[in-house]
């Protein structure tokens, strides 16, 4: 069964960067796109960008351009978002999600990334 | 694309019919607009995708309408299962927006 598993909760310092890990299975990871989203809590989606794995192309939200590296490893089927110049505003939920032109049919579980001093 | 969601609230008892609107600020290029539920403490799981197709595994309650810059979701009976956050998404120009949410409570 298709599955997409991320890492734990983080905390970390204003300024500080965050990595997330995303391990896909149960599919061929190089066929899909995987999508970063975020929700900040008690508030709606905001869509990050995504990555491909098997070009290793990527587009980011222009919010986000020059913060954040979208990368992924087809050795072991796993993606990674890194946040750097992390503020307070950047506390929330992220999710690694799949897709190919039809919706983001499979999400990862959410890794919360609070960012406190 | 900016997407606008209405209503923001909506109460309804189960086995009402419930009808939730997305609208674009211009066009949904070919009509690549997606609905999620999200239930509390849980990722959105996909509800419709190309505005009108379900998707794996989805009840036949669900149906998504439209094209060009008004879209719908439509929930024929509502189960208790369906009180949650809906929210669309346009996936047919970046950045890939999505709305700022429809909760449908009891």
């Known amino acids: 069964q298709v599955q997409l598993v991320q890492s734990g909760a983080e905390v970390k310092r204003p300024g500080a960067s965050v990595k997330v890990t995303c391990k896909s299975s149960?599919?061929?990871?190089?066929?899909?796109?995987i999508h970063w989203v975020r929700q900040a809590p008690g508030q709606g989606l905001e869509w990050m960008g995504w990555?491909?794995?098997?070009?290793?192309?990527?587009k980011y939200a222009q919010k986000f351009q020059g913060r954040v590296t979208m990368t992924t490893d087809t050795s072991i089927s796993t993606s990674y978002m890194e946040l750097s110049s992390l503020r307070f505003d950047d506390t929330a939920i992220y999710y690694c999600?799949?897709?190919?032109?039809?919706?983001?049919?499979?999400w990862g579980q959410g890794t919360l990334v609070t960012v406190s001093s | 694309v900016v997407l606008t969601q209405s209503p923001g609230t909506l109460s309804l008892s189960p086995g009402e019919r419930a009808t939730l609107s997305c609208r674009a600020s211009?066009?949904?290029?070919?009509?690549?607009l997606a609905w999620y539920r999200q239930k509390p403490g849980q990722p959105p799981s996909l509800l419709i995708y190309?505005?009108?197709s379900r998707a794996t595994g989805i009840p036949d309650r669900f149906s998504g309408s439209g094209s060009g810059t008004n879209f719908t979701l439509t929930i024929s009976r509502l189960e208790p299962e369906d009180f949650a956050v809906y929210s669309c998404?346009?996936?047919?120009?970046?950045?890939?927006?999505f709305g700022q949410g429809t909760k449908l409570e009891i």
């Open positions: 149960g599919y061929i990871f190089t066929d899909y796109y």
């Open positions: 990555s491909h794995p098997d070009s290793g192309r990527t």
């Open positions: 211009q066009n949904v290029n070919s009509n690549y």
């Open positions: 190309g505005a009108s």
């Open positions: 999600a799949r897709e190919l032109v039809a919706g983001l049919d499979y």
């Open positions: 998404q346009q996936y047919g120009s970046l950045p890939y927006t």
